[in-house]
């Protein structure tokens, strides 16, 4: 009997020590060899995803939503020419950003979807953006509405979606590692799933969400710099989230529980960048600023 425990052990020991391996050794190994660093921030990203990957995944998902029988794009000038002319100087500053490799690679495409009640927009990779009408209450000007726009654009430039992608994948490959872990070394199944489960809660809280919230920000930042040398006032975008915060009546979620800053965060934030963006903001020929069409 203490032979067959001594053996059952070993056995165990030799599993366990080759998850460890996989943990210690595939992982560091798959980070180190899929990262890149932000141009403007010099933030470090995972980037375990091909951009000619990333870019067929933006153009499905864009066609999809292009397709979708309830989606229905505006057909009215009034609101889909100050889309476009914000878009066009907004990706004009993209190709002379830092990102202008990037930039001038995608092919560009803007849709206006008409949707009332969706305060919304984005831009998905290889430069595919959707603006719904809905955003134009709480833009209310062209300059507000170049604010979200750049917000978009730079999430798409700066490749957050595919980080996004990595930081997953990565989770899930250390998490399974770690689930047969605790199976193979004597833990019963019931425990097994609670650790598995307290492990993906900190992980969504301790690594994943928290990115998030750098997309966010970083996006808020480079947006209103793009936004600037697009010739909009950056100051348009603090108003815009004063008018964000007013509009969601205190009920966002927690900053710590939530993917986005608060309101109040972002504020403060745009606040201290203006520094840098006013600068460039008047550098540049003002660009119009008509206030966009009301919602009937």
Known sequence: MKMESKR????????????????????????????????????????MMPMSQ??????????EVKNDPKMKPSTDPREIEPVKRV????????????????ANQFEWEVTVIKDDKTMNAFALPGGKIAVYTGIF???????????????????????????R????????????????????SGANPALSQAGM????????????????????????YVGVLLAAD????????????????????GKSPSEFMSTHPSHETRIQQLEEWMAEAMPIYRSKPPAPNSELPQLH
């Open 197 to 220: 489960a307290a492990l993906g809660v900190g992980a969504q809280v301790g690594v994943l969400l928290p990115f998030s919230r750098k997309h966010e920000s970083e996006a808020d």
């Open 137 to 163: 209450p709480v833009a209310k000007t062209e300059a507000g509405l170049a604010a979200v726009m750049g917000h978009e654009v730079v999430h798409a430039l700066a490749r957050h979606g595919g980080e």
């Open 8 to 47: 059952g052990g070993g056995r165990r020991s030799a599993r366990l020590s080759n998850i460890l391996w996989l943990v210690c050794g595939v992982v560091p190994l798959l980070v180190t060899t899929g990262c890149q660093t932000n141009p403007y921030t010099g933030r470090w990203q995972l980037m």
């Open 87 to 102: 878009a066009a100087r907004v990706i004009e500053a993209a190709k002379r950003s830092k990102y202008s490799e990037m």
């Open 165 to 184: 992608m990595s930081q997953n994948t990565l989770a899930q490959t250390t998490l399974q590692a770690i689930g047969i872990a605790l199976g193979v």
């Open 54 to 63: 990333e870019t067929q995944m933006g153009a499905q998902a864009y066609a």
């Open 230 to 249: 697009a010739g909009y006032d950056p100051r348009e975008s603090i108003q815009l989230w004063t008018r964000m915060g007013e509009l969601s009546g």
